[in-house]
């Protein structure tokens, strides 16, 4: 099942990214009072009560602006809102409405995607409580008050925005085709590689639109069992006018993730790996999909005995936070190694479903402590009393201690490592939740 999409938009200096930021718990937005520094969408992993979503930052919308960058992040927050399940458009009290509020407000209608009104910067309902009711006039029902600087009212808000999330469908799981979205750069052969596996399998069962606009479901079938392909548009290289913030065009790529069981992150081999190869995967990793990293154009590279070899290096060094991932040296162009992209993900897709027994945790726990000791602070010994595993895609797991704060990160690495000498787990994340005896 896969997430729920909210955007955040607006015009320009309303707070979205400060409210974004006290959503999301933590400053990942760029804030700074100027327009246009929200130069791209940024994107975190939120939750409100027992709902977890994606939340999307965008630029502010400046309608019909002339100035490129403003029209750029325009048809940005667009594609926001045509990703989103739903969006929160932000106001802002002190300055009142402005005509390019109703403007937003005219885009978000034609949308016809559920709409919270956040009326943004009530720092004192004293002062500014009455205010609030103008924004009735945007005609988006009501509008809910909040002081993002403060944390004040977003309680509220936040409950109306879970009120919109859409329903599960039945017959969402009732296929049990696993769903492979192919993300990486712009032109590293995304279409290619699915046009090539269709070619080759002769068998199209469907094309089912996506929820991303240029994205297309692609089904085949490969030896009986059925695969779904998300294709998506490529993410755009760092671009000269933004200095050194980055503008990533990330949400096809968010959108694509949250569909998919795993991820075919492909790179081209002429260009080498790049830092933004690195990102692109991070977004997978961040999600706890699968993992497959595939060299495309393998063809285009001159070779000798220790080229791939030299490359693989090259790969786990720049992917050493993924180490679980699978490489592929593969080009769609003469088909080689394509049908080991099914092969792949078989094997990473019943990793990711893959169940330990609760002994048998506890004997790789209680063997690896037995190994190297664990840490201690001012006299105090961690101690680890339990293992079990809560779920799977991906496997997570809960160590019950005496003290979370002694559990160290590279400690609890030690343990996954142990889990992974036993099983392995190729292709997939790990996830590991710390909990102290007595709690929930």
Request: one cysteine or more; proline letters at 3%.
């Amino acid at each position: 099942m896969r997430k729920v999409i909210v955007a955040v938009v607006g015009r320009p200096n309303v707070g979205k990214s400060t409210l974004f930021n006290a959503i999301a718990g933590k400053k990942i937005s760029i804030v700074e009072d100027t327009p246009g520094v929200t130069r791209d969408r940024i994107y975190a992993e939120a939750s409100w009560l027992s709902h977890e979503f994606t939340l999307i930052d965008t630029g502010g919308i400046e309608p019909d602006s002339d100035d490129f960058l403003l029209r750029e992040m325009r048809s940005q927050a667009e594609l926001a809102i045509e990703t989103a399940d739903v969006i929160i458009f932000v106001t802002d009290v002190r300055t009142g409405l402005v005509d390019a509020d109703f403007e937003v407000a005219a885009m978000l209608r034609k949308s016809k995607k559920p709409v919270v009104l956040c009326v943004n910067k009530v720092d004192s309902l004293e002062k500014f409580g009455n205010d609030v009711y103008e924004f009735y006039n945007l005609g988006l029902g009501e509008p809910f008050g909040v002081s993002s600087a403060n944390r004040m009212g977003l309680g509220d808000m936040l409950d109306e925005v879970v009120k919109a999330f859409p329903a599960r469908s039945e017959g969402e799981n009732e296929k049990d085709a696993v769903k492979i979205a192919l993300i990486g750069k712009p032109n590293v052969g995304k279409s290619s590689v699915i046009n090539r596996l269709l070619g080759e399998n002769r068998v199209i069962v469907s094309e089912i639109a996506g929820t991303t606009r240029d994205a297309i479901d692609t089904e085949i079938i490969h030896n009986g069992e059925h695969y779904i392909f998300i294709d998506t548009a490529g993410l755009r290289r760092k671009s000269r006018i933004t200095d050194d913030i980055e503008r990533y065009s990330v949400i096809r790529t968010v959108a694509a993730v949250e569909r998919a069981d795993i991820c075919l992150v492909l790179i081209d081999a002429v260009q080498g790996v790049t830092e933004g190869d690195a990102r692109i995967a991070g977004i997978a990793h961040e999600s706890g999909k699968g993992v497959i990293i595939a060299v495309n154009k393998w063809d285009a590279i001159e070779k000798d005995d220790k080229t791939m070899q030299s490359f693989t290096k090259k790969l786990r060094e720049k992917f050493a936070y993924v180490s679980y991932a699978e490489f592929l040296f593969i080009s769609a162009v003469t088909g080689q190694r394509l049908p080991k992209i099914f092969d792949l993900v078989d094997i990473v897709r019943q990793n990711q479903m893959l169940r330990i027994p609760t002994g048998v945790l506890n004997e790789i726990m209680m063997k690896a402590t037995a190994m190297k000791q664990p840490p201690s602070d001012k006299g105090k010994r961690l101690k680890l009393f339990y293992i079990t595993q809560a779920s799977v895609a991906p496997p997570t797991f809960v160590i019950f201690v005496n003290s979370k704060e002694l559990m160290h990160f590279s400690y609890t690495r030690y343990i996954e490592n142990q889990i992974r000498e036993a099983f392995s787990f190729t292709g997939t994340p790990l996830r590991f939740i710390i909990r102290e005896r007595g709690e929930e």
